[in-house]
């Protein structure tokens, strides 16, 4: 807090001080590069090279008059996180002093060392160029991290060759597909008048744990991989349901006012915090932003959520399955169409013309994610989400659609080719021409569903919460290009660009009753933790993609090089590259929590087993000593000394099963998934039930009882 004051009166303050946008950027700019540079942010008109010099003049002043001493172009590269590299403004004269300098073409362009990061085989450690280019479109902000200020500027990343090699070139990309296609359907409803572009927005709620950082020092799980490889549940976890929504600790709460502030100050629109399911599990989310700043926005707030946890004490967890057994971590991913007008092209309207757009949206939605449901998948397929998607808490590796009882019931009569009415009776104010009329929130809520029609948006809940956002809306954007395009040719094809209105409604309805015909299988209201969904979506031909290793290998079919190819999002090397570095990290990552297991399970789990078994040992001799037979203790012994055998051959199952293949990524993967993740299991089964009988002072790792429920 601030001057004293609370942190609602200190958030209107601060918020946006630190990002280059809105009133900061008209106080600093001349009124006419403002104004070019708002149309390049606001509607995607192209930038005008002119102007850089006089924005980075503007930028550098501003960022000083901050603090800041450097500036960086901040990129997200395919690892997954955001990356930087400072340079100084200082520029030495040669008279022995020196000026700040901060050019325009410093603004547009940057070359850091691309070899260092992933390219999936795009360049080789000795092509070593790589360029970053100004994204106008996202705001520059100033990172403080202690007493030091930097200039970030959002930039893309590129090899030398023009191939994109980070997440943002892509998501830009896709962000264009989707909108062009969408101006089509726009144009033969006669709904596009004074739009120029239409913008994809995305509000992400993100998922958390907290700790304390004492007990994250002593785990070197936690510290190395982000999750826990061992340890029993405890005895109290979320049956009673009594931290969801429950009143925040005041530690948790003072943590909650930092991040927020931090966020604000960055004009990250954060909006809602609460408890969530499991004990230590938060959610912080923003109101909604175009695809592209919600996207930097959410990698920012992933940045600030673990800087700042260590100024309290805790360390905040983003894997998505922190602790075996608990609620996992998810990132819900909410999703729609709008245009730069301001209409949101998902919200169904009273007016029964547009209800019929919005149900022309709705079903390529719907087209979409039938025929890419495994893309999907595989957009959002990690070695972390894994552990998360499929159990009984999160969404399944399926991906259906839920829909909800009005809208499906409509879907249904159109199917028919006969949508006359809404299922809660009364409203037939549609007549016999018209598409019926949608009320919002006329469906009840779905948890169990991976995406999910939420009145106005759809919710994508399967995304991981340590992912970046990016290539989920990726895939996303593209196979939704992919269906309005279809969409649109179709109608061009029957009605011509500007049909009658009798002539289009004839056409709109024939279309989506053969599109819903066709894609109807893929919407599923049902519970989706339920085991029958699993043999009833197997009947309905969906792909049924348990883990990464069975959903990564779908980007590198056909299908998937035809259609990133087609909407210009991907290339075939780039979307090549793409996959095996996603295969690459699922192998990496596994091998990594393979070694820590057994350097866990060696260096604590069992010295503590021995000692404990040497410890009943003496007990034991010491009662056949005194003549008194421990029958207990005898048989406990004998248990342990079995189990610590069994630890022991396990461990050396999980060596053998981690030793180093030579084969390519995608048979790597499917190594790891059939034998090497099996192996932890049982070794961590043995060890969890181990930790069980062993002493709390000489079991050396906190305990879930403990890490769990912060004091
Ligand atoms: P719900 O209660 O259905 O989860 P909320 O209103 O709490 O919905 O919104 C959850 C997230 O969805 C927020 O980040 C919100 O800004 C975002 N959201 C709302 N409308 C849209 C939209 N049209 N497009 C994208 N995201 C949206
Ligand atoms: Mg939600």
């Given at each position: 807090m601030r001057n004293g004051k609370g942190d609602a009166t200190v958030a209107a303050e601060v918020y946006g001080e630190l990002t280059f946008a809105g009133e900061i950027m008209r106080k600093h700019l001349p009124e006419n590069v403002y104004r070019t540079l708002r149309l390049t942010m606001q509607h995607g008109s192209p930038l005008d090279p002119e102007i850089a010099n006089t924005v980075a003049h503007a930028m550098k002043r501003w960022a000083i008059e901050h603090g800041a001493t450097h500036y960086s172009h901040w990129f997200q590269p395919l690892t997954g996180s955001t990356a930087e590299k400072h340079d100084a403004f200082i520029t030495p004269t040669g008279d022995g002093h020196?000026?700040?300098?901060?050019?325009?073409?410093?603004?547009?362009?940057?070359?850091?060392?691309?070899?260092?990061?992933?390219?999936?085989?795009?360049?080789?450690?000795?092509?070593?160029?790589?360029?970053?280019?100004?994204?106008?479109?996202?705001?520059?902000?100033?990172?403080?991290?202690?007493?030091?200020?930097?200039?970030?500027?959002?930039?893309?990343?590129?090899?030398?060759?023009?191939?994109?090699?980070?997440?943002?070139?892509?998501?830009?990309?896709?962000?264009?597909?989707?909108?062009?296609?969408?101006?089509?359907?726009?144009?033969?409803?006669?709904?596009?008048?004074?739009?120029?572009?239409?913008?994809?927005?995305?509000?992400c709620e993100q998922e958390y744990f907290l700790i304390d950082r004492e007990y994250w020092e002593r785990r070197e799980d936690l510290r190395l991989c982000g999750r826990t490889l061992l340890g029993t549940p405890a005895a109290k976890g979320h049956q009673l349901d009594d931290h969801y929504f429950g009143a925040i600790p005041e530690r948790v709460m003072a943590f909650m006012a930092e991040v927020e502030r931090r966020l604000y100050e960055l004009g990250v629109p954060v909006k809602t915090r609460h408890n969530e399911v499991a004990p230590g599990q938060y959610e912080i989310a923003p109101i909604f932003e175009n695809a592209n700043v919600a996207t930097d926005h959410q990698m920012l707030i992933m940045q600030i959520l673990r800087a700042v946890a260590p100024h309290h004490d805790f360390v905040c967890l983003l894997h998505e399955k922190p602790f075996a057994g608990v609620n996992g971590s998810g990132k819900h991913n909410n999703w729609a169409l709008s245009t730069d007008t301001g209409v949101n092209l998902l919200d169904p309207r009273d007016d029964a013309h547009?209800?019929?757009?919005?149900?022309?949206?709705?079903?390529a939605v719907i087209r979409a994610v039938d025929l890419h449901a495994d893309l999907l998948r595989a957009a959002i397929a990690s070695a972390a989400n894994d552990h998360r998607l499929g159990a009984n808490e999160a969404p399944p590796a399926i991906i259906s659609i839920y829909l909800g009882d009005m809208l499906s019931d409509i879907l249904e009569q159109v199917a028919r080719g006969q949508a006359k009415s809404t299922k809660r009776g009364g409203k037939l104010n549609l007549g016999a021409h018209t598409l019926p009329q949608i009320p919002r929130h006329a469906g009840d809520r779905n948890r169990t569903s991976p995406f999910a029609f939420t009145g106005n948006k759809f919710e994508f809940r399967a995304v991981g919460s340590s992912a970046s956002i990016a290539w989920p809306n990726t895939v996303l954007n593209t196979i939704v290009a992919e269906s309005l395009d279809y969409m649109a040719t179709q109608f061009e094809r029957k009605v011509g660009k500007n049909p009658t209105p009798a002539r289009l409604e004839t056409a709109v309805k024939a279309l989506l009753k053969q599109v819903v015909r066709e894609h109807r299988r893929v919407v599923f209201d049902g519970d989706n933790y339920s085991f029958d969904w699993h043999t009833e979506a197997e009947n309905r031909g969906l792909p049924v993609l348990r883990t990464a290793a069975d959903a990564l290998p779908a980007l590198t079919a056909r299908k998937a090089q035809a259609l990133f190819n087609k909407y210009d999002v991907l290339s075939k090397r780039e979307l090549q590259a793409r996959t095996s570095v996603l295969l690459e990290q699922y192998c990496t990552i596994v091998g990594i929590e393979a070694r820590t297991l057994v350097s866990m399970l060696k260096r604590e789990a069992l010295p503590a087993a021995l000692r404990y078994q040497a410890e009943l040992a003496g007990a034991v001799a010491a009662s056949d000593a005194a003549g008194v037979d421990a029958v207990e203790a005898r048989a406990d012994l004998q248990y342990l000394v079995e189990q610590i055998a069994e630890l022991y051959r396990a461990i050396e199952l999980v060596e053998k099963a981690e030793g180093a293949g030579h084969e390519d990524a995608a048979r790597h993967a499917a190594r790891i998934r059939d034998r090497l993740l099996p192996a932890m299991e049982q070794a961590r089964a043995i060890s969890d039930a181990l930790e069980q009988s062993i002493p709390d002072d000489l079991w050396p790792l906190p305990r879930y009882s403990e890490m769990l429920f912060l004091r």
């Open positions: 020196a000026i700040e300098r901060f050019s325009g073409d410093q603004l547009v362009q940057g070359e850091p060392d691309a070899s260092s990061f992933p390219s999936g085989g795009i360049r080789e450690t000795f092509e070593a160029r790589g360029y970053t280019a100004w994204d106008a479109t996202s705001p520059a902000f100033i990172y403080k991290s202690g007493d030091t200020a930097t200039l970030c500027i959002p930039t893309a990343f590129v090899s030398w060759t023009g191939e994109a090699l980070d997440k943002k070139t892509p998501l830009l990309r896709s962000i264009q597909a989707v909108s062009k296609q969408a101006l089509r359907v726009l144009k033969i409803f006669g709904t596009d008048e004074g739009v120029s572009q239409v913008i994809t927005t995305l509000g547009t209800n019929m757009q919005f149900l022309v949206f709705l079903v």
